[in-house]
């Protein structure tokens, strides 16, 4: 297959900030308004994006729209599966060139990204090219009214153009995961990554070339949410649907901005997650594997639990368990040994969680280990870090229990029967995942159900098989996405009646 190969971002610059333009109908564009990208574990500059305009926005829906009508649109299936394989190898092929940059933007330590971000941005495109090649479509055999019969059976289209719009947590992860099935189903995508990380959905698009996706199919467009070419995206009458994923509040905006035009939406959004940890766990696995929950990627993980709660006979031997695990974490600069504890994505969110950190304490906590800044030397000096937490003794209606705080910290809270941990658990507007742990399998289960969540994890966290379902109840989000879940959203059945 050719490729064209081009630095077309000047993304792997030689020196000085790297230059992230907006990627429109196969190129990259010049115009915009520069705005600085910095490094989460420094403070520095390290590239320069360029928020796109509404002249910007309109160019790339006009191409998404030309790609879906034209090569992209009339492309063989097998072609476009093929196609997306291709970025999955691109992707790793430059998985080193992806690695840094998405380390530059986040600052997350180099075995966190290399381990989980980079490889499940090629899996989104496997699993999503294999998902569209095994869809099956409903039939139905119906008598009709002169006594013969008809042949009802559905086919599955496009939906046009689609404008994806991801956070910064996990940038490259969650903006494929989205951009993946979309594709798959054979309809033309506009990106719109965080403001904060909008590196590695740049190289995406280099990668788009390389591999010859036809022009128009793949667009990337920077900038904010309100006023810009966030909000230019979902309150655009040329794009059908919009898929999101970020804080609730964000989700009801574009809901608004979305309305007049009908989109179909599909959100992931906040959470106030709860695990249970009940006394006949597996004490070790659980300390192990909540410590991991609570503090992987420094607490920035839509799915961690910032509320465990613990039978009182395990109480105190769980909080002690957390406590030397979180003081075990080591913060510092991505590339240093043994680092695997990184900053939190910018100045403004460490203020945030640093409010809440003093919030638990007015609100009664006992802080049994952080609540505040880390010490660090040199360059780590002057980037966002803040220490792991644990409060105890919080009220079930304190704040710090009820809003999203989005740092590594969590609430231990005892409880003393299962029905009393389901309610305390329930006991919120978010509903996005649980994680439970008990060698009791028929408990593990019950209690699964009583969720109130799109998914319930039992002695693991995380633990993702792509053709799950994957998404929110309650304030938590719209939707499903994940295998067949994915292809649901991003296309739309016709229903074909054939008279026999
Ligand atoms: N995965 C998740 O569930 C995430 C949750 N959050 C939560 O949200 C809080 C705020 O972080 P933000 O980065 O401000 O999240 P956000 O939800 O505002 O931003 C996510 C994306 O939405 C875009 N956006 C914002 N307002 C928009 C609008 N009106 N129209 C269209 N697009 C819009 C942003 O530019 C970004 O690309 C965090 O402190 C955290 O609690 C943040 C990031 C990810
Ligand atoms: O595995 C996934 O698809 C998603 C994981 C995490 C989030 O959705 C999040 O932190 O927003």
């Known amino acids: 297959m050719a490729t064209r190969s081009m630095h077309l ?8 900030p790297r230059r992230l333009r907006n990627f429109v109908d196969g190129r990259f564009v010049d115009g915009g308004s520069p705005f600085d990208i ?6 520095r500059v390290h590239a320069v994006a360029y928020e796109a305009d509404r002249a910007i926005v309109d160019a790339a829906v006009t191409a998404a729209r030309k790609a879906v009508a034209g090569d992209w649109g009339r492309m063989p299936l097998a072609r476009r599966r093929a196609l997306l394989c291709r970025v999955a190898d691109r992707i790793e092929e430059r998985f080193d060139d992806f690695l840094e940059a998405e380390i530059a933007d986040t600052g997350k330590p180099h075995a966190l990204a290399h381990h989980l971000d980079i490889p499940r941005g090629a899996a989104n495109f496997r699993v999503f090219a294999d998902a569209i090649a095994n869809l099956s479509t409903e039939t139905f055999e119906m008598d009709t009214p002169d006594g013969g019969t008809a042949l009802n059976y559905a086919v599955r289209k496009p939906l046009g153009v689609v404008g994806v719009i991801s956070p910064w947590n996990l940038p490259l992860l969650l903006m494929t995961w989205k951009v993946a099935p979309a594709m798959a189903c054979g309809n033309a995508v506009i990106v719109k990554p965080s403001e904060e990380t909008p590196s590695t959905t740049t190289l995406l698009g280099e990668v788009m070339a390389e591999v010859g996706m036809p022009d128009g199919a793949f667009n990337v467009v920077h900038g904010f949410g309100p006023d810009s070419a966030g909000e230019f995206l979902t309150s655009h009458p040329g794009i059908r649907a919009i898929t999101f994923t970020g804080e609730t509040r964000t989700g009801s905006a574009i809901m608004k901005a979305a309305a007049p035009t009908v989109k ?11 695990a249970i940890v009940f006394a006949d766990a597996d004490m070790d696995a659980a300390v192990a594997g909540l410590a991991r929950a609570a503090f992987l990627n420094t607490g920035q993980v839509c799915l961690a639990p910032e509320r465990i709660y613990v039978e009182r006979p395990v109480f105190a031997a769980f909080v002690a368990g957390l406590k030397a695990k979180a003081e075990a974490l080591k913060p510092g600069l991505p590339h240093d040994d043994g680092v695997d504890l990184g900053p939190l994505i910018s100045d403004e969110h460490r203020r945030k969680v640093l409010d809440y950190y003093s919030l638990a304490v007015e609100e009664g906590a006992t802080v049994v280990t952080g609540g505040g800044v880390p010490r660090l030397s040199g360059e780590a000096a002057n980037g966002y870090f803040v220490q792991p937490t644990i409060w105890t003794g919080l009220p079930h209606g304190a704040r710090t229990c009820r809003e999203e705080i989005f740092g590594p910290c969590c609430a231990v ?9 389901i309610a305390f ?10 994680s439970i742990w008990t060698q009791n399998l028929s408990r593990a289960h019950r209690v699964g159900k009583a969720m109130e969540v799109g998914i319930s994890w039992v002695n693991c966290w995380f633990l993702r098989d792509l053709r799950t379902p994957f998404g929110g109840a309650k ?24 008279k026999l």
């Not at 809270?413 to 941990?421: K, N, R, S």
């Not at 304030?475 to 054939?498: A, K, L, Q, V, W």
């Open 9 to 16: 971002a000047d993304a792997v610059p030689s020196e000085g």
């Open 38 to 43: 910095r490094d989460p574990a420094t403070g």
């Open 264 to 274: 179909a939406l599909s959100f992931e959004l906040g959470g106030k997650n709860a």
């Open 413 to 421: 809270i005892p409880f003393d029967t299962e029905e009393e941990a």
């Open 425 to 434: 658990a329930n006991d919120t507007e978010y509903g996005l995942a649980s």
């Open 475 to 498: 304030m938590s989000g719209i939707g499903r996405e994940g295998g067949e879940h994915s292809i649901d959203f991003y296309s739309e059945p016709t229903n074909i009646c054939i």
